[in-house]
């Protein structure tokens, strides 16, 4: 990569921290970056990922005050997670990449659609949200679970936009505050991506743009504390806007 490229990829981690931190599809700035630079697909998931959990460590960090009274849920979710990422991971190491090749794109789709229509998502958690949390029946935890292990699988397949399906099953299962469900969001995307990303350390380790990585870490770390800080100033329509002009260049790079 140029210098000029090499800037843009701190710069598009960055922005995936920070975006993490509140809406959770940082991916779709820094997978369709890398793949517009040239980085094979796979090579460019595992280097993301790798990098992003600095970024998850800085954004739940800064929601550290709003995980406080979530145990009770989060020590079930917590396995169901990692369980899940173990399982992703494993598809996404050992599925030939001609198939990934083939599922990204509907994926991205997907993704993309999600942010697209976040904000009806987030006006229906809101709804259902805001008022103190009540206690969840044993139909409600399954499903919590459940979904958590699913949500698991995609992220350690493929990253982007993990957060907001984990924002629509709380929203859908959850009477919190939204805040809460976003503290929640960012700890369950953290364990996933760092479940990931030792995987592919362990087992592709030749495989990883470490150059790449190391930059979206530096960008991501900072971009998570600043988004976990200050984001919820931002417009999210402007965000939304850059997510999904990134992602639809990405997704011609992939099918051209």
């Not at 090749?101 to 789709?109: A, G, Q, Y």
């Amino acid at each position: 990569m140029t210098p000029l490229e090499l800037f843009l990829v701190a710069l598009a981690g960055l922005g995936a921290g920070a975006i993490n931190a509140l809406v959770g599809s940082g991916t779709l700035i820094t997978f369709p970056t890398l793949v517009a630079f040239g980085l094979p697909p796979v090579t460019a998931t595992m280097s993301n990922a790798v990098g992003l959990v600095a970024g998850g460590v800085s954004s739940t960090w800064g929601y550290r005050r709003e995980l406080r009274g979530q145990w009770p849920r989060l020590r079930w979710q917590i396995p169901a997670s990692v369980s899940g990422a173990v399982l992703g991971s494993w598809l996404l190491l050992n599925l030939p990449e001609s198939a990934f090749e083939t599922i990204v794109p509907v994926l991205l789709v997907l993704a993309l659609l999600l942010v697209v229509f976040q904000p009806k998502l987030q006006q229906w958690v809101l709804r259902r949200s805001g008022g103190p949390e009540e206690q969840i029946g044993p139909a409600r935890m399954t499903a919590l679970i459940v979904g958590t292990f699913a949500v698991g699988v995609y992220g350690g397949y493929f990253t982007a936009a993990q957060g907001i399906l984990l924002m629509g099953l709380f929203g859908a299962l959850l009477h919190d505050h939204i805040q809460r469900q976003n503290a929640a969001k960012n700890l369950l995307s953290l364990l996933v991506n760092v479940v990931a990303a030792t995987a592919y350390t362990l087992v592709a380790f030749d495989r990883i743009d470490w150059t790449v990585a190391a930059l979206i870490a530096v960008g991501s770390l900072i971009g998570g504390a600043l988004g976990s800080r200050y984001g919820r100033r931002l417009s999210p329509t402007a965000l939304r806007a850059v997510i999904v002009v990134v992602g639809l260049i990405g997704l011609y790079r992939l099918l051209a």
